[in-house]
DNA sequence: GCAATTAGTGATTGAGTACTAACTTACTTC
DNA sequence: GAAGTAAGTTAGTACTCAATCACTAATTGC
């Protein structure tokens, strides 16, 4: 297999471990142990732990963002709404790795800052501003819509990240497709 | 100082801490040099690491319920909505760990699921439903309002732990009070 | 005044972990 | 078929960290 391939499972089986047990709480050796491979060589493929965080973080943004953008791909206003919180609903039931790492990813700022880490910060705030603009336009570059679906989108993934099973009471007020799905499988 | 005391200032040490690193990424010493004694007596205090975690977690819960039910005594439906909106201002400026540590609770959930510590969860889960009653009788016990008011502490909560300077735009459309003090200080 | 309890420390241990160095194996290319 | 390169491993190092043990100093009760 080659290098580029291996980082991509590197990548995938990293945004699971760091999902699961956030940055302090995954070592190499688990994220090594999924890709099937030694731990030593996850050092080749990247130049460190961190760099393996980073790129998993950044390619959860990607997969999102591009969820969001193909779902309301030629839609507007309340259509693309709708469309896009179908799309959530969908990662959350099929990728809820996804957002448990950007959850990850918010909580590791404040300790990378206070470290040398000053990069990382900047990094997942563009991320963010990436997703905003990607739900800002479909929704008719409306501010209040864009930060009502934003607020619900952190809403659920806190929930999912408790592990409320989806027939649970807090599922109540939130988007009927997100409350059918809201478990997060093991 | 009495064994209680003491247990007190570490929890209180701890939320900082914890807040900062979660879980695996805070050291006891770390916490036991804040509160001023030697790391091996944190363990006489309390059984173990986890214990000051859960205790932090609960404490922090506690405070936050307290403020909204403080803010929002006596007053029902939008009055009681302005009045905590105010109050999670306030602590958000005041006391950012207490959401901080928040956040830090929700993401070791699935970690500690899957470890033997199946009771944190339930933990976790009841301090939220604690934090959602005391939301949901003053708002009228109108679910979607308080849905919404949740929401939108949340996104704050994940805009507050990315960092976002409190003059960036993606404060626009969230309460005013929130937008002039959504700093997270160090 | 002494016995017991309470608050607290220093030294240590054993497990885990990020990362390095040196080596091996297989494929390509001339 | 030799030389080079790309993929991958084994062994090991230096370090951190939660937890334990054995001990000390002060306070309290009788």
Redesign the interface.
């Known amino acids: 297999m080659s290098a580029e391939e291996r980082r991509e499972s590197v990548i995938r089986a990293a945004t699971a471990e760091f ?7 995954t070592s190499t050796e688990a994220i090594a142990k999924r890709v099937g491979v030694s731990q030593p060589y996850l050092f080749r493929l990247f130049p460190g732990k961190k760099a393996i965080f980073l790129a998993a973080a950044e390619r959860c943004v990607d997969e999102v963002v591009r969820a969001f953008a193909e779902a309301s791909e030629g839609l507007r206003g309340e259509a693309a709404l709708h469309a896009m919180a179908n799309a959530y609903t969908r990662v959350i039931a099929e990728r809820p790795e996804l957002l ?1 790492m950007q ?2 990813t ?6 990378a ?2 470290e040398g880490e000053h990069g990382f ?1 900047d990094v ?2 563009a991320g ?2 990436r997703l ?1 603009e990607t739900v800002h336009l479909p929704l008719g570059a409306d ?2 819509q ?3 679906f ?3 989108g ?2 659920i ?2 929930l999912v ?4 099973p989806p027939e649970h009471r ?1 599922w ?3 988007y009927p497709s997100a409350r059918s799905k809201g478990r ?1 499988e ?1």
Do not use: K, P, S
């Not at 999902?19 to 709480?25: E, I, L, N, T």
């Not at 990240?161 to 409320?164: E, K, R, V």
């Open positions: 999902a699961r047990g956030g940055y302090h709480g448990m959850m990850q918010y909580v590791a700022v404040a300790a800052e206070q910060g997942v705030r963010w501003m905003w501010i209040d864009t930060t009502d934003l607020a619900y952190m809403l993934n806190c990240a408790m592990g409320f807090v109540e007020g939130l997060l093991h």
